[in-house]
């Protein structure tokens, strides 16, 4: 994986949502991906400025990211390059590029996170354990349905 | 108790040979089968593959039962899903946070509504 993008319909208007995402208040509240609490957030939305958060997941472990606003155009278009810090790994920096697109029901909210130098993802895919993953994870869930179902 | 990343290792180590990911993918279509039976397309001796089959243990992706003079093996896959989950780790990080961060835009904008009601 090098790229990834999401999109999500959020029933919100644009500049709530850019509130959201560049607000210390806002990122508090989302950031991290279980009920985890975010323990840092720090923000400077304009082009230069830095945005440094630091969460604690459910199992006590604690991560930070930072980076640098690239490009705030709000409530449209907002990029930063992105960089997770302190961990076992490097991932090294990578880019993250939101677009806020006003739609009838509120905001349509693109999230790609580009520039993925993941050497543990590069390396998956030369010596072929996606493939072999992919399937027994397969597996995995046939044999989850297979057990939910007696 | 051995730790996150000392398994996660021990699983894509055991991944990286063809050998036992051939056994795996067959384990993946059999279910089960004798260790003989696994043994039986490949060149190399039966030893070789018993120490394959070790690899494959150790890191808990393969189970071992003797029943008389038969070893059956199965396929283990819940190394494989954490190995999974951690390669899709950025994708389940923001996916989980945009869920969120759209619950919390959506709870903004009710107030807002309700404010000028």
């Known amino acids: 994986m090098t790229s990834l993008t999401l999109v999500r319909r959020i029933k919100a208007r644009p500049s709530i949502v850019f509130d959201a995402l560049t607000t210390p208040e806002g990122i508090v509240c989302w ?8 323990l840092v957030a720090e923000t400077d939305p304009q082009v230069g400025g830095r945005i440094r958060v630091r969460f604690r997941m459910l199992d ?7 980076g640098e606003y690239l490009e705030v ?11 997770w810090t302190g961990g076992v790994e490097d991932p090294g920096e990578s880019l993250v590029e939101i677009r ?3 739609i009838v029901e509120g905001t349509e909210l693109t999230f790609t996170h580009s520039r993925l130098r993941d050497e543990e993802t590069r390396r998956s895919h030369e010596q072929g354990w996606n493939g072999a993953l992919n399937k027994l994870e397969r597996h995995f869930l046939q044999a989850n349905e297979a057990a939910g179902q007696t | 108790m051995v730790n996150y990343h000392e398994r996660l290792g021990r699983t894509f180590s055991a991944l990286v040979d063809p050998t036992r990911r051939a056994i795996l993918a067959r384990l993946e279509r059999e279910e089960s089968a004798s260790v003989s039976a696994l043994a039986q397309p490949f060149v190399i001796k039966l030893p070789a593959v018993m120490k394959h089959l070790d690899v494959l243990d150790d890191a808990g992706l393969i189970t071992r039962t003797k029943v008389g003079r038969t070893v059956t093996v199965q396929l283990r896959p819940e190394p494989i899903r954490e190995a999974m989950d951690w390669l899709r780790r950025y994708e389940r990080f923001w996916s989980m946070s945009l869920d969120r961060l759209a ?4 709870g903004k904008e009710a107030e807002v509504r309700k404010k000028r009601r």
């Open chain 1, 60 to 66: 006590g472990s604690e991560h930070e990211g930072s």
């Open chain 1, 100 to 102: 806020l697109r006003a």
């Open chain 2, 103 to 106: 619950a919390y835009a959506e």
């Open chain 1, 73 to 83: 155009v709000k409530p449209e278009r907002l990029s930063m390059s992105w960089h």
């Open chain 1, 31 to 38: 950031w991290g991906p279980d009920g985890g609490p975010v």
